[in-house]
């Protein structure tokens, strides 16, 4: 026989709430017959731990007593079930932020804790989805610098990696011809489908990397060509190229946050952006990039999407993290449209220019393997190849030649 005040410690909960569920008729302790307190049988423990583990699994007391009584609802128990899976995630995503939190002050990750970097990817990928403006403010405000928050989201999702994982993805990228799926042929269809290409004046590249596509457009146009992005070292790289192919007058290039172009509205006939849009969101893109459009001003963006109604689920797993918000092509053009855009040429980028894209990957991450052995951030650059090779026909990129409206 177990005691009032040993059955409260056994059992975590307070006196008062032992006695309302005597009041309930839950249980019916006996009594002590030398001093008249209450005394708890075997029967009424085990029937008591039922109830607050039913408790702790969400169903109420009047649920609870009939769950005991073997009155069991499928549709209840259903509930209850994907309730508690719910809870779990978002418990699960708390505990990230946490722990995320914990890295970035300690440096250290919590002892025994495995499977950090995937998990880590999830609240992100999350957080993006459900807020990608709140989601970027978050991280300024602890104090990552704009170039390092949108490599946070975009790149390492997670704000426990170091420089080191930065390190080692740039110098994968600035081997690279390109820093993004894309070709001169396609730069060329796209460019020619605006209605007196051979007019355009003034074009703005927006994350030119090491500037592929403005070398493309100079050579086809008269045209003053102003490039930014935010990596000095393909500023570097596309500069020097410039000067040897002699577009040093014609090509200006600046460091500059894609968030706050510093130039008057408007200013250009063309803003020219393939793969770079995602990094802003797409229709923040559209709409912050409009007032810089001359009147009846083209602006060309590509963006990834999905090509298939039912991706494979390993496809569509890996696009929910390293992508939360693609969609499909229809909700893109619809999306321009909502921004006050004509859309006057559209097509899905080729799929040979994907897998020139990653042959030059694959080739530059084997080199760098080589060089410094593996590490966290080649193995995921091997996980995006293997997906492309296994899964690239189930999306691709949605090519948009628009016109802005007036």
Not at 3 to 28: F, H, P, W
């Amino acid at each position: 026989m177990v005691s009032i005040s040993k059955a409260c410690r056994i059992l975590g909960v307070a006196r008062s709430t032992l006695l309302y569920y005597e009041r309930m008729g839950m249980v019916a302790p006996g009594r002590n017959p030398d001093n008249g307190y209450r005394e708890y049988s075997q029967e009424d423990m085990e029937r008591l731990l039922q109830v607050r583990q039913l408790k702790q699994a969400g169903f109420t007391l009047k649920e609870s007593v009939a769950v005991m009584e073997g009155t069991l609802d499928p549709d209840l128990l259903l509930k209850r079930y994907s309730a508690l899976g719910q809870e779990i995630e978002t418990m699960t995503m708390a505990k990230e932020v946490v722990k995320s939190l914990l890295i970035s002050v300690t440096g250290e990750p919590p002892s025994g804790d495995g499977d950090a970097g995937r998990r880590g990817q999830n609240w992100h990928a999350e957080f993006e989805q459900q807020g990608a403006e709140a989601h970027f403010a978050w991280l300024k405000r602890l104090g990552f610098s704009e170039k390092e928050s949108l490599y946070i989201r975009w790149v390492t999702r997670n704000i426990s990696n170091g420089g080191q994982y930065m390190e080692n993805f740039f110098k994968i990228f600035e081997q690279m011809k390109r820093q993004g799926p894309g070709s001169r042929a396609s730069t060329l269809k796209a460019f020619e489908a605006i209605p007196g290409h051979r007019d355009i004046k003034t074009i703005l590249e927006v994350g030119c990397g090491k500037g592929e596509s403005s070398i493309t457009l100079a050579q086809e146009s008269d045209a003053r060509i102003t490039a930014v992005d935010n990596h000095q070292p393909f500023l570097d790289h596309f500069g020097n190229q410039t000067k040897q192919l002699g577009y040093k007058e014609q090509i200006t290039t600046k460091n500059m946050s894609m968030f706050d172009l510093d130039f008057p509205h408007p200013s250009f006939d063309l803003i020219w952006s393939e793969g770079s849009a995602y990094f802003m969101g797409f229709e923040k893109a559209l709409k912050e990039w409009r007032p810089l459009i001359n009147k009846q001003g083209f602006l060309f963006v590509s963006d990834a999407v999905w090509l298939t109604d039912q991706p494979a689920k390993a496809c569509r797993d890996y696009w929910k993290i390293e992508y939360p918000t693609m969609t499909d092509v229809e909700t893109r053009k619809a999306q321009a449209r909502e921004q006050g855009y004509e859309i006057l040429s559209s097509f899905i980028l080729p799929r040979q220019d994907w897998q020139a894209f990653y042959d030059d990957m694959e080739t530059c991450t084997q080199r760098a393997v080589k060089e410094l052995g593996m590490t966290q951030t080649f193995e995921k650059i091997i996980k995006e190849i293997e997906i492309d090779r296994t899964h690239g026909e189930e999306y691709g990129y949605i090519c948009l030649l628009l016109q802005r409206k007036d």
